[in-house]
């Protein structure tokens, strides 16, 4: 069906890594956002990706099969702190002023 | 110093009153956006605004209606309230051509 689906949950151990996936299904398709949520808190900006690629930003990287309707963010060296709810999001039209499509977040939980 | 400012923190409200929820923002940024989120459910985009004019709606209820006074303004008037419009309710900005959107702290709104 329609819509940005991810994991519930994902668990990982302190140092080493952790790959958030993310398919959509949209009416059009102009970019992917990849956002951190605290409990508690507003979602944070991590990264946007518009090309098929891998997107190196150094903690965080990202992935893109524009094709497959696809992508992943993934977190290496983990720390304790990297612990939140990672949210991926779908930009499907190309005016600039247009909302978001959300996923309902995938909660990962780093272990010492 | 925060640069979006959404006013109050929390809220109680009755079943069939009115609130108006405020935001101001102090990027610099054209474009304003209010999404909602709920428990159990992905953050769902609600309107979006530029230069204080509607942009995108993807609110299907006339009980909400944004106001913009200013262009770094964007309040979220709710009628008639009921206890399904309990959600945080996060009010975003971004800048022109920008896909990147930051997000205010939320309003906890309960209506009991």
């Known amino acids: 069906g329609q819509g940005v689906e991810q994991p519930d949950n994902l668990m990982s151990v302190e140092g080493t890594f952790a790959r958030v996936n993310c398919t959509y299904s949209?009416?059009?398709?102009?970019?992917l956002s990849w956002y951190q949520q605290r409990e508690g808190h507003a979602p944070v900006f991590l990264s946007y990706?518009?090309?098929?690629g891998l997107k190196d930003s150094g903690h965080f990287s990202t992935f893109l099969s524009r094709s497959n309707g696809y992508s992943y963010l993934l977190l290496t060296e983990l720390q304790i702190k990297d612990s939140a709810s990672y949210l991926c999001?779908?930009?499907?039209?190309?005016?600039?002023?247009?909302?978001?499509?959300f996923g309902l977040g995938t909660r990962v939980s780093v272990f010492p | 110093d925060p640069k979006i400012i959404q006013k109050p923190k929390y809220l109680v409200a009755v079943t069939g009153s009115e609130k108006i929820l405020i935001c101001e923002q102090y990027?610099?940024?054209?474009?304003m956006y209010w999404y909602r989120q709920s428990a159990k459910k992905p953050l769902e985009f609600m309107f979006s605004?530029?230069?204080?004019?509607?942009?995108d709606n993807q609110t299907a209820s006339s009980r909400f209606q944004p106001q913009s006074s200013k262009k770094n303004h964007l309040d979220l008037q709710i009628t008639a309230l009921k206890p399904d419009d309990s959600a945080t309710y996060f009010c975003?900005?971004?800048?022109?051509?920008?896909?990147?959107?930051?997000f205010g702290p939320g309003t906890r709104l309960t209506v009991l």
């Open positions: 605004y530029s230069y204080q004019k509607l942009m």
């Open positions: 949209t009416s059009g398709f102009n970019g």
């Open positions: 990706v518009v090309l098929d």
């Open positions: 975003a900005s971004s800048q022109d051509h920008s896909y990147e959107q930051y």
């Open positions: 990027l610099g940024h054209n474009a």
């Open positions: 999001a779908v930009r499907e039209g190309d005016n600039y002023a247009q909302g978001l499509t």
